[in-house]
């Protein structure tokens, strides 16, 4: 079953530190999502990446996180200087393209960074 | 902008209940609109979906049908179980907005025996 893999899926980061969370795409997906849903709140939309670039970053707060999706090898959202509000779950997911508005989005199993 | 409204919860109900979580949205244009379910301690799950006007999307007994006239996509399901409890996210995506998703604030559902 080649899902939408992310790891780690639990991290425990303290304040200060650096946080990289990887997702791979399901096989022949070339688009990738990343959201955040903080605690007893809904998904929001953080980055939309093709392989090399950064499509849509509307959603990413505009110090310390950044991500990228390389040429080879898996999407990363990296967090630097984490602090006890980036606690949250950090969900991938995965389209084929973006060329029909039937496409569906397929998430990965979330990443649940803690900041202590 | 695009946006999500769903109702707001917890919702609880008993074993064999009806369940309808209302979901209404605004779009700049037409949307897809999907139904994800997000179990404790799991990630989201696409449940149904529905492209067009008048589609119904159906899973796991639950269904929605996409009301363009009153911009909506309510989720039903005719008789519950304790193992539908969850959380239900109600979302859209547009082609424009590069099939980013739009997602509800989301309505926890607790299903009792």
């Known amino acids: 079953n080649a899902g939408v893999m992310q790891n780690p899926r639990h991290l425990v980061r303290r304040r200060g530190q650096e946080a990289r969370l990887r997702c791979s795409p399901m096989?022949?997906?070339?688009?990738v999502y990343w959201y955040r849903q903080l605690p007893e709140e809904g998904l929001k939309f953080m980055v939309y990446l093709q392989k090399e670039n950064i499509i849509d970053e509307s959603g990413m707060p505009k110090e310390r996180f950044s991500a990228e999706f390389p040429k080879e090898g898996p999407s990363i959202l990296r967090i630097q200087q984490v602090v006890r509000g980036d606690s949250a779950a950090y969900f991938c997911?995965?389209?084929?393209?973006?060329?029909?508005?039937?496409?569906?989005?397929?998430f990965g199993e979330g990443s649940w960074l803690t900041v202590v | 902008g695009n946006s999500v409204t769903q109702m707001e919860g917890p919702v609880t109900l008993s074993e064999e209940a009806f369940l309808t979580i209302n979901c209404t949205y605004t779009?700049?244009?037409?949307?897809?609109l999907f139904w994800y379910v997000q179990y404790p301690g799991e990630g989201l799950q696409l449940l149904l979906k529905?492209?067009?006007?008048?589609d119904k999307g159906s899973n796991k007994g639950f269904e929605a049908t996409y009301r363009k006239e009153t911009t909506s996509f309510h989720l039903e399901k005719g008789s519950v179980q304790v193992s539908d409890s969850a959380v239900y996210f109600c979302?859209?995506?547009?082609?424009?907005?590069?099939?980013?998703?739009?997602f509800g604030g989301g309505t926890r559902v607790l299903v009792k025996p």
């Open positions: 997911a995965s389209s084929p393209s973006q060329s029909s508005s039937g496409n569906t989005i397929y």
């Open positions: 096989k022949g997906h070339s688009h």
């Open positions: 979302a859209l995506t547009l082609k424009a907005a590069g099939n980013k998703l739009t």
């Open positions: 529905a492209t067009k006007a008048d």
């Open positions: 779009a700049t244009g037409y949307p897809s």
